[in-house]
Structure formats: structure tokens, C-alpha cells
């Protein structure tokens, strides 16, 4: 169980962006800083202004699962609009972020009352439907490698507006291994490949290049 922040991930409108945070300034929380924790009363939504954000869920064994990576523009925590009273997961920051949280009945009374944003906020869940759907065919169809390709490509920002960027350092090769489903020594070994081919170098942190996309793209 894994899933990883998408290609087609919806960004809001600086207008909508800046009535969204007006009046609540944003949180900062330093690399591998706990934002909310499972079983947390769910009582507010979460934007991210700056930086990443893991989500993780343990079962009820004690195995944890890496079911999301979020980024700039996306939100997390929006179950509590639909009812949700308890956090089903837990929210890590992967590096020094900057978060806007919203108290759930001031973002129902935003949604109400601005079209533009309610708008914004419905294409942004759509997209995370649709990512997870993505993710779905990915476990079941393509092999660890291509799953692999396909996480660094997302993480490094590729298919999103902007720049590549690069993969922050705190993501360990166990964390990735958590996300598509595999173990760490086939993450290692991929690793190793990928690098050895070119389509990735360490430089500071985890750069992606383009080329890796061919392994995406091949069958």
C-alpha cells in the first residue's frame, strides 16, 4: 500500500491561495517534524505553502505503509470534511515546510461562501482520485523498477508546472521500498542501475534526469 504526490496533482490560483491563508499564518516544521498523528481528532485541513509531506498508516499489527507524498500545493487532512472524526494516518514533514492549517469549520463556511476556491478544492480531489487510481494500475501491472522510475520521476517534480527539482535527502531507499511495494535490497539494486546508466547522480541530494523516463516508457 503506498502512494506517491502525482504528475497531475490541481494548484491553486494565487487569488484563491491568498484568501485561503488570509488571517492564518503558516506553521513552519523542520525535516522529519510529526504534524499529526493516527487516531488524532480530525478537526482541520492542512496546505502545503512550502516543503513535503509524508503520510503514513500502521495496521493494526504494527506494519506501516507510506500512502502518500505530498508537496507545494496540494492539501492533506480533508477527511474531517466529510465526517472523519479520528486521523486515519499520520503527516511527517520530509524537510523544512510551511503549512497553512484551516479548522474544518472554517474551511466548510469557505467552500460555501467562495466559488472560485470550492471549485480549486473539488478539481484537487478529482486529481487525487485519479492518482490513486494511477497508483493502483501501477502496483498491479508494472514491475518494481518501473514503480521505482515512476516514484523519482513524481518526487523530482517531473509533469508538474516549474522546474525538476530534486529528490529530498531524507527519502531513504526503505521508505521507497515502503511506497512501491518491494525490498530495500531490489531498491538498492535499481538504484545502483538507474545511477550507473546516468538517469540519476548524487550531488548534494537525489537529482532525477528525463532520461529515466525511459524506463517508464518502455514495455
Known amino acids: 500500500m503506498r502512494k506517491a504526490d502525482g504528475a497531475s496533482a490541481a494548484r491553486v490560483p494565487v487569488s484563491a491561495l491568498a484568501r485561503f491563508g488570509v488571517g492564518r499564518p503558516a506553521r513552519q ?21 512550502r516543503g513535503k509531506v509524508k503520510l503514513t498508516a500502521m495496521s493494526s499489527r504494527g506494519k ?15 477527511g474531517c470534511l466529510a465526517g472523519q472524526p479520528l486521523r486515519m494516518s499520520t503527516a511527517e514533514s520530509l ?10 469549520e472554517d474551511m466548510i463556511a469557505m467552500l ?7 471549485g480549486v478544492f473539488i478539481a484537487h480531489l478529482l486529481s487525487r482520485n485519479i492518482r490513486i487510481e494511477e497508483d493502483l494500475v501501477d ?26 527539482e530534486p529528490v529530498v535527502a531524507q527519502i531513504s531507499q526503505a521508505t521507497l521500498a515502503d511506497m512501491i511495494g518491494t525490498t530495500r ?13 546516468g538517469f540519476i547522480e548524487y550531488n548534494g541530494g537525489l537529482h532525477v534526469h528525463s532520461s529515466l523516463l525511459s524506463v517508464v516508457l518502455h514495455d
Open 64 to 78: 506501516e505503509a507510506v500512502i502518500a507524498m505530498l508537496g507545494v500545493g496540494e492539501f492533506f487532512g480533508e
Open 139 to 164: 502496483q498491479l501491472f508494472n514491475s518494481s523498477e518501473k514503480r521505482l522510475a515512476r516514484i523519482l520521476l513524481l518526487l523530482a517534480n517531473f509533469g508538474k508546472e516549474g522546474q525538476p
Open 95 to 104: 524537510e523544512p515546510s510551511s503549512l497553512v492549517r484551516t479548522k474544518r
Open 29 to 49: 516544521f523542520q525535516a522529519n517534524q510529526r504534524i499529526f498523528s493516527q487516531g488524532d481528532a480530525a478537526d482541520a485541513v492542512f496546505y502545503v505553502r
Open 112 to 118: 460555501r461562501s467562495d466559488a472560485e476556491f470550492g
Open 185 to 197: 535490497s531490489r531498491v538498492s539494486f535499481f538504484m545502483n542501475k538507474f545511477r550507473r546508466l
